[in-house]
């Protein structure tokens, strides 16, 4: 076993003695046995990039080389000569002629590898190779949790790492929207934070080697509760159920309170208060003239206090107008709405006036008053559908129109301006002979008779447009 070791040492020690001689050109070949032609590369020096972890071969193909030996080195190790492996990494070999394979690459392997021709000119052939290594990830902090205070500013950074360089990439991610790009640096700074900036954050790295790498890192705002109401304003009657809903935005943990008219509320047989999730239900069964009023939801917790108000009421709610702004006539219109009424509506204000307008300015003119004994449709069990034909307009004009309904717990609030247009002659005409031509030339239909059956379309078919 001794005596096997010192015979591979010394062969080392002459093949780096050997190796030694080329290098510096001081070894000769015998003079008995000249090369008849001189050898030559018929390989060329390359750039090669590889990715971590992968295997390459680094050509050497030389022409009449004779008894001359190659010599593949790394700056100043020699790693083979000829087909002796010199190094002891077991990832290196010679496979070909004198091709250098190197199996799973690392890091520390990019670099210069010369392949030489041990002649008299110690020529060599120069591979530089480039290690490319997939991105990787760190977020700080590590757990990807961010807690902050509203109205402070938060800083969120990724360390990223890999060759080359990787660029990082920040998306907010929305379960709806899907992600929103909002910046490439390591860092992402969110000054004045609220509510709408909590959520998940992505950090993205790709440097094209590979697939592009994420992390997420979730941020939290804490603040006093935000409250929204889905309705400010509720429409009740009595023997009827209601509920009322607050929704609480930021810190789920608040503790919600329900108030009547400034007084705490209860759960009764008829009171019900269901939280769920950040929604917040108040259910009243049973309704009763006791109940109506002004109604508040309260949100405590440690950062403050929040209230938002709900009115219920049993008076009707504001006329929605659902009739198109353009007439199909020149002297008047069909003015069609909505109105939510649980009980009948006993009386309907109509209010409509001429609006002179230029390029310049617009004068409203006066206001045309109208009661009206409402015969009303009824949609559903809280929503009445009506129409009234507006008569004797200018033609070519623009008016608007407000209304406003009374039942039995009284009169609504006024509706907001509706506005609308009357035809002039010449699109009249268009119209006319396009219905003649496309329809029949021997059926004739009246402004009043198509007025008429507008409204009868309106009035019939509504309710079931809006399911």
């Given at each position: 076993?001794?005596?096997d070791?010192r015979?591979?040492?010394?062969?080392?020690?002459?093949?780096?003695?050997?190796?030694?001689?080329l290098?510096?050109?001081?070894?000769?070949?015998p003079?008995?046995?000249?090369?008849?032609?001189?050898?030559?590369?018929?390989?060329r020096?390359?750039?090669?990039?590889?990715?971590?972890?992968e295997?390459?071969?680094?050509?050497?193909?030389?022409?009449?080389l004779?008894?001359?030996?190659?010599?593949?080195r790394?700056?100043?190790s020699?790693?083979?000569?000829?087909?002796?492996?010199?190094?002891?990494d077991?990832?290196?070999?010679?496979?070909g002629?004198?091709?250098?394979?190197?199996?799973?690459?690392k890091?520390?392997?990019?670099?210069d590898?010369?392949?030489?021709?041990?002649?008299?000119?110690?020529?060599?052939?120069?591979?530089?190779?480039?290690?490319?290594?997939?991105?990787?990830?760190?977020?700080?902090?590590?757990?990807?949790?961010?807690?902050?205070?509203?109205?402070?500013t938060?800083?969120?950074?990724?360390k990223?790492?890999?060759?080359?360089?990787?660029?990082?990439f920040?998306?907010?991610?929305d379960?709806f929207?899907g992600?929103?790009?909002?910046s490439?640096?390591?860092?992402?700074?969110?000054?004045?934070?609220?509510?709408?900036?909590?959520?998940?954050?992505q950090?993205s790295?790709?440097?094209g080697v590979?697939?592009?790498v994420?992390?997420?890192?979730?941020?939290?705002?804490?603040?006093?509760?935000?409250?929204?109401?889905?309705?400010?304003?509720?429409?009740?009657?009595e023997?009827?159920?209601?509920?009322?809903?607050?929704?609480?935005?930021?810190?789920?943990?608040?503790?919600?309170?329900?108030?009547?008219?400034?007084?705490?509320?209860?759960a009764?047989?008829?009171r019900?208060?269901?939280?769920?999730?950040?929604?917040?239900?108040?259910?009243?069964?049973?309704?009763?003239?006791?109940?109506?009023g002004?109604y508040?939801?309260?949100?405590?917790?440690?950062?403050g206090?929040?209230?938002?108000?709900?009115?219920?009421s049993?008076?009707?709610?504001?006329?929605?107008?659902?009739?198109?702004?353009?007439?199909?006539?020149?002297?008047h219109?069909?003015?069609?709405?909505?109105?939510?009424?649980i009980?009948?509506?006993?009386?309907?204000?109509?209010?409509?006036?001429?609006?002179?307008?230029?390029?310049?300015?617009?004068?409203?003119?006066?206001?045309?008053?109208?009661?009206i004994?409402?015969?009303?449709?009824?949609?559903?069990?809280?929503?009445?559908?009506?129409?009234?034909l507006?008569?004797?307009?200018e033609h070519?004009?623009?008016?608007?129109?407000i209304v406003?309904?009374?039942?039995?717990?009284?009169?609504?609030?006024?509706s907001?301006i509706?506005?609308?247009?009357?035809?002039?002659?010449?699109?009249l005409?268009?119209?006319?002979?396009?219905?003649?031509?496309?329809?029949?030339?021997?059926i004739?239909?009246?402004?009043?008779?198509?007025?008429?059956?507008l409204?009868?379309?309106?009035?019939?078919?509504?309710?079931i447009?809006?399911?």
């Amino acid at each position: 076993m001794i005596n096997d070791t010192r015979k591979y040492w010394t062969v080392v020690l002459c093949l780096f003695s050997f190796s030694f001689s080329l290098i510096n050109g001081s070894f000769i070949l015998p003079e008995n046995d000249p090369p008849t032609t001189a050898p030559k590369f018929l390989s060329r020096g390359h750039l090669y990039k590889v990715i971590v972890g992968e295997t390459i071969e680094l050509p050497c193909k030389v022409q009449n080389l004779g008894s001359f030996v190659l010599l593949w080195r790394k700056g100043s190790s020699v790693l083979t000569a000829g087909h002796l492996k010199i190094t002891r990494d077991q990832r290196f070999k010679i496979v070909g002629d004198y091709n250098l394979q190197i199996n799973g690459v690392k890091t520390q392997d990019a670099g210069d590898y010369i392949c030489q021709l041990g002649d008299q000119e110690n020529r060599d052939q120069v591979h530089t190779v480039e290690i490319l290594v997939p991105p990787t990830l760190r977020a700080l902090p590590h757990n990807g949790q961010v807690t902050a205070r509203k109205g402070s500013t938060v800083t969120l950074e990724c360390k990223a790492s890999g060759n080359p360089v990787p660029t990082i990439f920040w998306f907010k991610k929305d379960v709806f929207s899907g992600p929103t790009h909002l910046s490439d640096s390591s860092t992402l700074i969110l000054e004045n934070v609220d509510r709408h900036h909590a959520g998940t954050y992505q950090c993205s790295a790709d440097n094209g080697v590979k697939d592009r790498v994420s992390m997420d890192i979730q941020l939290t705002i804490l603040s006093p509760p935000e409250i929204t109401v889905e309705k400010s304003w509720v429409h009740a009657s009595e023997g009827y159920d209601v509920e009322l809903v607050c929704i609480v935005h930021g810190d789920v943990n608040s503790e919600m309170l329900w108030y009547q008219n400034s007084f705490l509320l209860d759960a009764t047989d008829r009171r019900s208060m269901y939280p769920r999730d950040d929604r917040y239900s108040l259910i009243i069964r049973n309704f009763q003239p006791t109940d109506f009023g002004n109604y508040s939801c309260v949100a405590d917790n440690a950062l403050g206090r929040t209230k938002k108000y709900i009115e219920v009421s049993g008076r009707p709610g504001p006329a929605d107008f659902i009739s198109p702004a353009l007439s199909g006539f020149l002297d008047h219109y069909n003015l069609t709405w909505t109105i939510e009424s649980i009980p009948p509506l006993d009386e309907i204000k109509l209010l409509y006036r001429r609006l002179l307008m230029n390029e310049t300015y617009q004068h409203p003119g006066k206001w045309h008053e109208y009661h009206i004994k409402p015969t009303p449709i009824r949609t559903d069990g809280s929503h009445f559908l009506m129409s009234y034909l507006v008569k004797n307009l200018e033609h070519n004009a623009v008016y608007e129109a407000i209304v406003q309904a009374k039942n039995k717990y009284g009169w609504n609030e006024i509706s907001d301006i509706h506005q609308f247009y009357t035809r002039n002659h010449d699109l009249l005409l268009d119209i006319d002979m396009e219905y003649k031509m496309g329809i029949s030339s021997n059926i004739r239909i009246s402004p009043t008779d198509f007025g008429i059956i507008l409204s009868v379309f309106m009035l019939v078919l509504y309710p079931i447009i809006s399911v």
